[in-house]
């Protein structure tokens, strides 16, 4: 197929060079509004989840109904919000490699991505090659949470499964990624002057030391990570201080560590809280604690003969190609639309060093995705 190098540059210069962070994804909606409805899309509508995730537009889904309007449609996914620091960025081009001018990402996370179905469905209109109907949908604020697939309905869509552009490496199907559940622990002390009346005091800070000591954290065994990454509390140095916050994640691919995990985390936490005394017996309260896991984002695990998998082998052996079909350690959004019911596999686009500023794509990768996508579409 007659895939165009460089339109396709052009296209991924002129995304990446589009502001587009998130909640601040409007300007970039509405130019690729304008440029679906140029390739003649059928449907083009930004749906009303703008008041859930904050951000200036909602999530902008595009059909095309294509010439084989009787066979099974498939969605195509990527982000349009890009991770900060990406105010202006200006895209600098070596040989074949894209990388960022300045001191922002390049944004190929996930525009690489969106210029690849861009490049693909101008190429099959041009060559007037039949095809189903496909479907995009581009959410808003997957760096922040996830918000815009999660606050996305899948009935939407007509296609019940697809694939979402937004991995690194190249030739890799990610089929499976961990749940995840934020940890939260709130400690509450008691203040006292910390020089004056120490014996009067209970240290949340201390308490929530102990706790975090006696945690094991990093990778806990092949299907689970646990983290705190974050501890917040006290108001002074010369302040016993009454509230300490802690903030972590675990992630697994297996529910039941997942569970037993932060059963685990939860009981460390009330023991160390349950464990203090008051050795002048002088204080007529105790600290108490507020243990909360919400979930981030459910597990993905597609089965083998999952539609989506079985069609990325079959458009790949039409290439001559194999695929590598993996788990991965990250969420997005196909985490939440596999949840949803929308089978959703994740495919590598070639994009490097991802949320950083030495982030970058080779355009020989962009086009490799791209003759997938294209065989994704018409195998
Ligand atoms: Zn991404």
Redesign the pocket.
């Known amino acids: 197929m007659a895939l165009n190098a460089d339109r396709l540059s052009r296209t991924f210069v002129a995304l990446c060079e589009i502001d587009s962070p998130s909640k601040g994804e409007g300007k970039l909606s509405l130019f690729l509004q304008d440029l679906f409805r140029g390739l003649g899309a059928d449907r083009i509508f930004a749906d009303g989840s703008a008041p859930l995730t904050g951000s200036d537009c909602g999530n902008l889904v595009v059909r095309f109904a294509g010439s084989r309007s009787d066979a099974e449609a498939l969605f195509f996914n990527c982000?349009l919000d890009v991770i900060h620091p990406c105010a202006g960025v200006k895209v600098r081009r070596i040989g074949d490699q894209f990388s960022s001018a300045g001191n922002t990402v390049l944004g190929a996370?996930?525009k690489a991505g969106i210029a690849i179905l861009i490049e693909v469905l101008t190429s099959l209109r041009e060559e007037k090659r039949p095809f189903p109907p496909v479907e995009f949908i581009f959410t808003t604020c997957?760096?922040i949470g996830l918000r815009g697939a999660k606050a996305f309905d899948p009935l939407s869509l007509t296609a019940r499964y697809g694939y979402a552009l937004?991995s690194t490496g190249i030739d890799n199907v990610i089929v499976g990624a961990p749940a995840s559940c934020a940890i939260t622990a709130e400690i509450h002390g008691l203040a006292a002057h910390a020089g004056l009346r120490p014996q009067h005091g209970i240290n949340a800070i201390h308490l929530a030391a102990q706790a975090v000591a006696r945690l094991q954290l990093g990778q806990l065994d092949a299907d689970t990570t646990a983290n705190i990454g974050l501890i917040t509390g006290g108001t002074a140095t010369n302040i016993i201080p009454d509230y300490a916050r802690v903030d972590g994640e675990v992630r697994s691919h297996n529910l039941l560590t997942l569970q037993a995990t932060i059963a685990h985390f939860q009981m460390v936490f009330a023991d160390v809280v349950a464990g203090w005394h008051d050795p002048a017996h002088l204080i007529s309260t105790l600290p108490s604690l507020v243990f909360a896991a919400p979930e981030q984002y459910p597990l993905m695990d597609l089965a083998v003969d999952n539609p989506a998998v079985v069609r990325a082998r079959l458009a790949a052996a039409s290439l001559g190609r194999s695929l590598r079909f993996i788990k991965a350690g990250g969420g997005?959004d196909a985490n939440i639309f596999n949840a949803a019911g929308l089978a959703t596999a994740i495919l590598g686009i070639g994009m490097e060093n991802?949320h950083s500023t030495s982030e970058n794509i080779l355009l020989p990768d962009m086009l490799r995705t791209a003759e997938l996508v294209s065989s994704l579409i018409t195998c």
């Open positions: 982000h996370d996930d997957e760096e937004d997005s991802v």
